[in-house]
């Protein structure tokens, strides 16, 4: 079965430094893996995925991410804190490309 | 904006009674989803439906049903609801079944009070 262990519930940082957030998985068969954000009364927006090919991944908003076969890992990095960064994020995996399977979620706060 | 569409954004309601949540997806997306997202459970998937057809089942207790319309709108009832019912709801539609890893993309959720 698929899951996700997302390291850290809370993740504060100082504006302008470097963001980390922490995403393991279990998966059967190769996996879909997903990064979203959830800012304070509004649905979930996609950062990036990884399906298949180059396994670093660009985002949107400066957000990268890195799939680690070896280490089941898919770890979200921002080289440089904004403000406007705070919010909720989510991995997730997915096996067959439909239904999602998420983590608990990190909050990460941006202090200025 | 994602162009999913939900309908109530809130709904108070007591134990007991029965609700229905309305999703309407992108244009042109075939697939519907219904996640909860609760403080105890986190993001659980609940049920997709593709182009009118169940096409995938999750968690979703027997007292929660779903359909897909032929105009491709969704709606979840949930009956006889409990207090642990109260949660967001969230939709999501994606482009094709899913089978590609297609981008879901989700509504702004309707929240459940059951009281």
């Known amino acids: 079965a698929q899951s996700v262990t997302q390291l850290g519930s809370h993740v504060s940082v100082s504006e302008g430094a470097l963001v980390l957030l922490r995403c393991n998985y279990s998966s059967s068969v190769p996996p879909y893996l997903f990064w979203y954000v959830q800012y304070p009364n509004q649905g979930l927006q996609l950062l990036l995925k990884y399906t298949t090919g180059a396994t670093l991944v660009k985002g949107i908003n400066g957000f990268e991410a890195e799939f680690k076969k070896s280490e089941t890992s898919f770890h979200l990095t921002k080289p440089s804190a904004h403000m406007s960064d705070a919010a909720e994020y989510f991995c997730?995996?997915?096996?067959?490309?439909?239904?999602?399977?998420f983590g608990a979620g990190t909050i990460l706060r941006v202090k200025s | 904006d994602s162009g999913v569409t939900q309908t109530p954004k809130h709904l108070i309601t007591a134990t007991g009674q029965r609700v229905t949540l309305r999703c309407s997806p992108r244009s042109g997306d075939l697939s519907v989803y219904w996640y909860q997202q609760s403080l105890d459970q986190g993001l659980q998937f609940l049920i997709q439906y593709y182009n009118g057809e169940e096409r995938a089942k999750g968690n979703i207790l027997e007292r929660f049903s779903a359909q897909q319309f032929p105009d491709l709108h969704s709606e979840l009832n949930l009956s006889s609801l409990e207090l642990g019912d109260s949660a967001l709801y969230f939709c999501?539609?994606?482009?094709?079944?899913?089978?590609?890893?297609?981008?879901?993309?989700f509504g702004p959720g309707t929240r459940l009070t059951v009281l």
């Open positions: 999501a539609s994606s482009s094709s079944g899913g089978m590609m890893a297609d981008t879901q993309y």
């Open positions: 997730a995996v997915s096996e067959y490309g439909n239904k999602l399977v």
